[in-house]
């Protein structure tokens, strides 16, 4: 069964940058939309960006920060996070969206803090 994997999360500074991935593990029929969601603490799932036939959106939080891509040969989403808050501090996990069921990623760790 294929897996979707995220890394590239840790411990930044404010202002820093990340570089999240999220891979599958094999190939997927029929994706038509990958993206990113984060969780806090004692907050609900919410989604950070998403990409969908080459057209992204972005929550108004992160806007002008983040950037989502995705390479289709790799089934691979990206979120490049720069100018990085405390308030982003969160389990980043990926999500798929293929014609015969939703992927989740185990989720990632990402830490803002001086």
């Known amino acids: 069964q294929v897996q979707f994997v995220e890394s590239g999360g840790g411990l930044v500074q404010p202002g820093g940058s990340l570089r999240l991935s999220c891979a599958g593990s094999g190939s997927v029929f029929g994706i038509y939309a990958m993206g990113w969601y984060r969780q806090a603490p004692g907050k609900q799932r919410e989604l950070v960006s998403a990409?969908?036939?080459?057209?992204?959106n972005y929550a108004d939080s992160v806007k002008g920060r983040f950037t989502i891509s995705r390479d289709n040969a790799k089934n691979t989403v990206y979120l490049q996070m720069n100018s990085l808050k405390p308030e982003d501090t969160a389990v980043y996990y990926c999500?798929?969206?293929?014609?015969?069921?939703?992927?989740w990623g185990q989720g990632t760790q990402v830490t803002v803090s001086s």
């Open positions: 990409i969908r036939s080459g057209s992204t």
């Open positions: 999500n798929v969206q293929a014609a015969t069921r939703s992927y």
